[in-house]
């Protein structure tokens, strides 16, 4: 299915496009992790029989498990499909499945910095019902898919497997058929519904675009300046080609080979080519009857551009010897294949693989499927790989100290095959476009034109902030695309790499482009941690929100361990609002593991809240109907009691009630002051039952001494057995059977905590 419209005689690129993975879902061997510990057993053993982890596999962190929970789908849904490290930071992608079967277009990708900060992409879904089973059989449901793409001859076996397509209104089990073919070519995916047999759904994961490219280093227009007296003439050379060829080396040949391979790339020229048997290049042209300039081409680019990768410090984008097929196709396409994970390049008009632009561009692809296996999914994900794609060799033409004039044209050799200007570009990275202006600008929003937008921007990025810095920037942050990623998860996945790499430095501007050019809204950023506004404690802010427009503000709050915080709202009389306190590392605010809150909404609400660990919290200010200004305050609160010190009397215990029995300004908790009556004293036989008070209120009754004296001698003593929380405590005396006449009682306060004090005398007789 061609998915980029195309003029008779124009060529075209082909792109890529497809689901995470690209796995046997059952019976395959791929890694399969299940995330969280609390799987009940009968699911756990369901799953086993299902699949079965490697040996390699490793168990998901608890850090990971916990930020998992901030996902739409239960982490119980969730399987991990791979885990990346690139420069301190580490990127795992999970899919959600349902009794073990994949759910369609459901994943996520949590990217984890050393520095604590997480973003979470997440487009898996809430609830997805559990399948109903299998009718059809799989060799049934492959030969209908085959039947149905038309496919007359394979390039490669076909995969399949059960999978769940969602739907707001009832999940479909389906058989994931993907057919890899030579005639027609494509990666077809095919989804066969598993009990009826019909076909849900046909499309080809190899998206085809317009392009044409000749290119040297980077190609003959550059290096000439001009298109003049440039012709293709049917892959001749000519007089005006001669000095334009650049002598290079092929570096680290593997001799046994038959065409140049080596770490980095593999290449075939097919058909009828053949490459020299002693692998030397130095007289080899476009014209030569070999057929095998494209080879060397191919090898040089590419090496060039993964060595580049790995001083950049990315040892693990594209780190394989990549299978580069010069002459895939008569047509004038070229490909990358995400199936084979190949580079395939055609030979109408320009042999496209003449022309590094094009094989830049298309190795783009293989960097952005090597770090997010399945990117592309959408619409805005097709067009940021158009725009990365084009944005890569621009940068790729730029450092060999090209003129710009030439980095921002994409493709100017083998354009010219069908433009008559006098510098061809297929497309341009240089148009200022911001993203409203590139949508009204292309036709039914075509992806690589829209992506356009997307290289510009990622160019101005490369302007201010230099070559390998951008370069290094740009390329970390597609390790957290997810297969859903869109402009806004882009711009995230940006500030999020900048943050981790250079401690935001670049944030200012970042965002000011970002939201310029019309790829993120200020809101988005300010409603979710990685747009959080800083508010210190003690600290206040104030703004405005509307339960119709802006229903919630973020801000970012630095808590120490053991010293509480006490937050307070106020806003206007009619509105709804409310706290809420996320823990550090939360990403994703819905449904994210929340440390304290929510709080009961109103107009004045109060949140306080010790944490246990230091780190950066995050305060979501939402309001749920209404509208109106509010102000939100943050104090310190030492002692942990809920009460901010400003209005604590005693900072340096816990004292909640603020109780203060003397009313000196001194809370209980911190004022030795002390006093203790004795309001009733009543003898039975030889029984005392003397009740009194003591202050403060909160003292034990066994700090409650009453002492029984005949003159100077004490002849009995009891301590306080029962207290009320008004501070009224009760003793029980027995006065010894010998004892008679006036007795002298009284009664003593005797907690250390606080001064001694004695009561006033009460006599009583003993017959």
């Not at 690209?22 to 299940?34: N, W």
């Not at 990346?84 to 992608?93: D, E, K, P």
């Not at 449901?141 to 995969?159: D, F, G, K, N, P």
């Not at 300039?293 to 090496?303: L, N």
Request: neutral net charge.
């Amino acid at each position: 299915m061609l998915l980029a419209p195309r003029r008779s005689g124009t060529p075209a690129f082909c792109e890529w496009v497809s689901w995470p993975g690209d796995f046997e879902f059952c019976g395959h061997t791929g890694s399969v992790r299940v995330l969280g510990a609390t799987l009940g057993a009968a699911v756990a053993v369901a799953l086993m029989l299902v699949v079965a982890a490697p040996a390699s596999a490793r168990d998901l962190s608890a850090r990971a498990a916990t930020r998992l929970q901030a996902a739409n789908a239960p982490v119980s849904q969730l399987e991990q499909v791979s885990e990346r490290r690139s420069l301190g930071a580490t990127f795992i992608q999970v899919r959600q499945q349902v009794d073990g079967i994949p759910v369609l277009g459901s994943s996520a990708t949590l990217s984890v910095a050393s520095g604590g900060e997480d973003l979470l992409l997440d487009h898996t879904r809430p609830r997805v019902g559990r399948p109903q089973t299998a009718r059809v059989r799989r060799a049934a449901a492959v030969a209908a898919a085959r039947r149905a793409a038309q496919v007359r001859r394979l390039s490669a076996r076909i995969r399949s497997g059960l999978a769940i397509l969602p739907s707001p209104s009832r999940s479909r089990l389906v058989w994931r058929v993907v057919v890899p073919s030579v005639q027609p070519l494509g990666d077809f995916e095919v989804l066969v519904d598993a009990r009826s047999r019909s076909i849900v759904r046909v499309r080809n994961l190899i998206k085809e675009a317009t392009g044409k490219a000749l290119v040297f280093d980077p190609n003959p227009v550059v290096e000439q300046g001009s298109l003049t007296g440039l012709t293709d003439d049917d892959n001749k050379d000519s007089a005006v080609l001669e000095p334009l060829y650049r002598s290079v080396d092929l570096r680290d040949l593997t001799l046994s080979a038959a065409c140049p391979s080596g770490p980095w790339v593999t290449t075939t020229v097919g058909r009828d080519g053949r490459c020299p048997s002693d692998h030397d290049f130095s007289a080899v042209t476009r014209g030569s009857a070999c057929g095998c300039f494209e080879a060397a081409m191919a090898y040089f680019h590419i090496d060039r551009m993964q060595r580049y990768l790995q001083s950049l410090g990315f040892t693990n984008v594209v780190h394989r010897s990549i299978r580069v097929n010069l002459h895939a196709t008569t047509d004038d396409n070229s490909f990358y294949q995400p199936s084979s994970s190949s580079l395939n390049f055609g030979d109408g008009g320009v042999n496209d693989a003449q022309d590094a632009d094009v094989i830049d561009h298309e190795y783009g692809h293989a960097i952005q499927d090597s770090q997010s296996p399945g990117f592309g999914d959408t619409l805005e994900g097709g067009a940021i790989g158009e725009g990365w794609g084009d944005y890569w060799e621009a940068a790729m033409s730029a450092n060999q100290g090209n003129p710009d004039q030439f980095n921002v044209c994409f493709a100017e050799w083998d354009t010219s095959a069908v433009s008559d200007d006098a510098l061809p570009c297929l497309r341009r990275v240089d148009l200022e476009w911001t993203l409203p202006q590139a949508r009204a600008a292309c036709p039914g929003s075509e992806i690589h034109c829209v992506g356009q937008a997307w290289s510009n921007t990622l160019w101005t990025i490369r302007e201010a902030l230099g070559a390998a810095p951008a370069d290094k920037l740009i390329v970390q942050s597609q390790f957290s695309y997810a297969a859903l990623t869109g402009f806004a998860d882009g711009a995230l996945a940006l500030l999020f790499a900048d943050r981790q790499l250079n401690a935001g430095a670049n944030q200012g501007f970042l965002k000011s482009l970002l939201i310029g050019r019309g790829f993120v809204t200020q809101e988005q950023l300010d409603d979710e941690p990685t747009g959080a506004h800083p508010l210190g404690v003690p600290g206040n802010a104030a703004d405005h929100l509307s339960g119709a427009t802006d229903r919630r503000d973020v801000f970012a709050l630095q808590l120490t361990g053991g010293r509480g915080v006490v937050i307070e709202l106020h806003a206007g009389a009619g509105s709804f609002f409310g706290l809420t306190l996320y823990p550090p590392g939360t990403t994703k605010l819905f449904g994210g593991s929340i440390a304290k809150g929510p709080t009961p909404h109103g107009n004045e609400v109060a949140l306080a809240f010790v944490p246990l660990t230091s780190g950066t919290y995050y305060l979501e200010v939402d309001v749920t109907s209404g509208s109106g200004d509010y102000t939100v305050q943050t104090f310190v609160d030492t002692d942990g009691d809920a009460q901010a010190d400003s209005r604590d009397n005693c900072t340096i215990a816990v004292n909640p009630t603020q109780a203060d029995w003397n009313g000196n300004g001194k809370g209980d908790a911190c004022d030795r002051s002390s006093k203790t009556t004795i309001e009733k004293v009543k003898l039975r036989g030889r029984r005392l039952s003397v009740t009194g008070t003591l202050r403060p209120a909160t003292v034990a009754a066994t700090n409650w001494l009453v002492e029984v004296r005949r003159g100077k001698k004490l002849v009995a003593r009891g301590r306080g057995s029962s207290k009320s929380n008004t501070g009224v405590v009760s003793a029980t005396v027995t006065v010894p059977k010998a004892t008679h006449g006036r007795l002298r009682v009284r009664a003593i306060l005797i907690d250390p905590s606080y001064k001694r004090a004695t009561s006033h005398v009460v006599t009583v007789t003993v017959p």
